[in-house]
């Protein structure tokens, strides 16, 4: 009987040491995070003075020069937008560690067909859609039984409502010009979703697509840790900032050119929202572009800045973004050409709406 005793009495003891060691870490890594936010925010107030010092005392450009505002637009946005794509991916990387795409299908199969494209663009913004992950997502959903309709307004609001950019615009143009394009972006992934939903269009789908065995795409469950999390997150940043990081300094390049010889008026003329060609021609101009959120919100930061109107702007950002040539080439593999065709046209449509709607009202 003492031995017994003996026995549970380790045992106890040991879980109490492994509870205290698992507290320590824990708040030991909460440390770490707020000392990192904290030094994250220093720096990321100083970027102004920084760029302007680096400019005009340490290159002696003048003051006032084209060559001068581009180059400190440059110097300044681009550690400014590291770092905001950086915290927020981080962020969101830990989000994403609660949405599997198992969870994901699971959860939109179970909705109603309207509920389901509210829920499923919702879903969009924080679960992770791109060209490479395209197909097995896509093949996922429909073998499970999730509508095309639903189906559609998740893959419409992954890339277009992602949080990736709705950080940035935050972070870059305030929180009044991120609610509006998370509201317009919504809007167009649940009616775009629900008007396919109601065209029937199932047949149009590749064959192969619909033999897939579901079965094969499932993945385990897994029970992860505050620990395991925070290093999903770290994952997730060094895998999305590794490969958009190009994407962001080109897209900055192009926005400080823009920023410092571009004349003012100019792009209002071409993007104004007095000309009523304005919003289609920053479609059409959109659409053959390759880029992502992270690449193109610089841009759109310095077209605003020289005049363009925000309907016509965020036209062009939801075509770039949702309507890109290499996004429709990826999904020619799994969906036939008609209901590409309708898919684009749907979300072009919405894209139009929203662009003529915000140059009348704003």
């Not at 045992?11 to 770490?32: H, P, Q």
């Not at 879903?123 to 429909?142: E, K, Q, W, Y």
């Not at 994407?247 to 071409?270: K, Q, R, T």
């Not at 016509?312 to 890109?324: D, G, H, K, P």
């Amino acid at each position: 009987m003492a031995i017994y005793k003996l026995n549970g009495d380790s045992r106890m003891e040991s879980k109490v040491n492994n509870k205290n060691k698992a507290n320590l870490v824990l708040g030991f890594s909460l440390l770490i995070i707020t000392v990192g936010v904290y030094l994250w925010w220093l720096i990321y107030k100083s970027l102004p003075g920084i760029s302007s010092w680096a400019t005009y005392s340490l290159l002696k450009i003048d003051k006032g020069s084209h060559l001068g505002s581009s180059i400190e637009f440059f110097l300044y946005d681009t550690p400014k937008v590291m770092m905001l794509l950086f915290i927020v991916v981080f962020g969101v990387g830990v989000l994403r560690s609660f949405f599997t795409p198992e969870k994901t299908r699971a959860f939109l199969s179970g909705k109603s067909e309207f509920a389901g494209n509210i829920f499923a663009a919702l879903l969009g913004i924080v679960t992770p859609f791109c060209s490479c992950s395209a197909v097995p997502l896509f093949i996922g959903f429909v073998t499970a039984g999730v509508p095309l309709g639903v189906t559609f307004s998740f893959l419409i609001s992954a890339p277009m409502v992602n949080e990736i950019a709705l950080g940035l615009l935050y972070g870059l143009l305030g929180w009044k010009v991120a609610a509006i394009y998370l509201g317009t972006g919504l809007f167009i992934a649940i009616t775009a979703g629900w008007i396919i939903g109601r065209l029937n269009l199932e047949h149009h789908i590749e064959d192969w697509v619909r033999e897939t065995n579901a079965a094969g795409l499932t993945m385990e469950e897994e029970k992860l840790t505050f620990q395991d999390r925070i290093i999903y997150g770290w994952d997730a940043v060094k895998e999305i900032i590794g490969r958009v990081w190009i994407y962001v300094i080109l897209g900055i390049a192009v926005g400080a050119g823009i920023h410092g010889f571009v004349p003012e008026g100019v792009m209002a003329s071409i993007m104004g929202k007095d000309s009523w060609w304005s919003v289609p021609l920053s479609v059409l101009i959109g659409v053959p572009m390759y880029s992502n959120a992270a690449g193109v919100i610089p841009v759109v930061e310095a077209l605003l800045g020289k005049g363009a109107a925000l309907g016509s702007v965020l036209a062009f950002m939801m075509s770039v973004i949702a309507l890109s040539l290499p996004e429709i080439v990826i999904l020619r593999k799994v969906l036939k050409p008609k209901l590409i065709a309708v898919f684009v046209g749907v979300v072009a449509s919405g894209i139009l709406l929203v662009g003529f709607l915000f140059n009348i009202i704003l």
